[in-house]
């Protein structure tokens, strides 16, 4: 199942009234790369992704996807055993 990132990323930055500029600093990006990935045009990585999900205050599942988010879960599993 495909996810829009760029929707999700745009109502959990205007919730917390931080602007593009702001978020986009904090993960150490420019301003047009972050409004990007907002806008569709290119993607975070996983691990920026990540830091969006603490950043913006989301569940890191809802910016990787549900498939995603079980795979990293079960290789998390393994390495605990």
């Known amino acids: 199942m495909l996810i829009d990132i760029g929707s999700i990323l ?3 930055r205007r919730q917390l009234r ?3 500029q702001e978020v986009a600093e904090s993960l ?3 301003q047009s790369t972050y409004s990007s990935w ?3 045009k290119a993607f975070p990585s996983l691990e920026q992704r990540i830091i969006l999900a603490e950043l913006l205050r989301i569940p ?3 910016l990787l996807g549900e498939e995603m988010w079980k795979r990293i879960q079960s290789l998390i599993g393994k390495k605990k055993e």
């Open 28 to 30: 150490g990006v420019s």
């Open 60 to 62: 890191t599942e809802s």
């Open 18 to 20: 931080l602007s593009q």
């Open 10 to 12: 745009i109502k959990a």
């Open 38 to 40: 907002e806008a569709g």
